[in-house]
C-alpha cells in the first residue's frame, strides 16, 4: 500500500508500492469510495490528486509524525483542492504526536467562508467520529471548480519528468533507482 516510502531512514527496507487504488466501502447510508495514503506519501501533491481523479472521494491517512500547522495544512488543502473529504489518524501520547484530522472540502460555500475543519483530537489516545455530509460533499464536487472539471492536463507534462534537478538532487535515490546509494540516517 505505501507510495512513497522514506528512502533516507529505516523504512528503506520497505518496497514501495506502485498505484494508488480506490476501493468502494460499504456503509450505514450507500456506498463511498476510498483512497488511502501513508504518511510520508502526504507529503506530496501527486498521491492525493491521483486518488481524486480515481475517483476516491475520501482519503484515509494512517499517520506517525508529529503533527504542526504545516502539516495540517497539507490536509485541509489537500481536501480543499481535490474536492474530497480527508481523514488522517495519527498516533497518541506518549510520542507526542495525536492531532487527528478530519477535512471535508467544502470552504466556500454560497453563504460564505467556512471552516472545513470537522474534528481535531488533542494529543491523547481517544475514538473522536468525524461525521462527513456526504450528500452535501457529493453536491459540491459537481457545481465548483476545483477537482477535475477545470484542469488542463496537457501543460502537466513535467509533472511526470524523472529529472531532478538542483537544488533537488540527493544521494539518496528514489525506489527505483538502484544506482543510487543510500543514506542510513536522516535525510542528506
Known sequence: MPKHTCRFDWETVFT?????PVAELDIR???VRVGAMICFDREFPEPAR???LNEAELIL????CRMEASRLG????RAFENMVAAAMANYPLPQENGHSVAYDPICLPKTGARDPLIV???EAEEIVPAPFDLDDIRHWRTTEVWGNAYRRP????SLVSLEVAEPFRRSVCRSGDENQPLEE???P
Open 154 to 157: 496537457e501543460l502537466y507534462g
Open 50 to 52: 491521483i486518488l481524486m
Open 120 to 122: 481535531e483530537a488533542g
Open 16 to 20: 514501495p508500492g506502485e498505484s494508488f
Open 29 to 31: 447510508r450507500g456506498a
Open 61 to 64: 491517512v494512517p499517520n506517525a
Open 185 to 187: 540516517h536522516g535525510p
Open 74 to 77: 497539507q490536509r485541509r488543502t
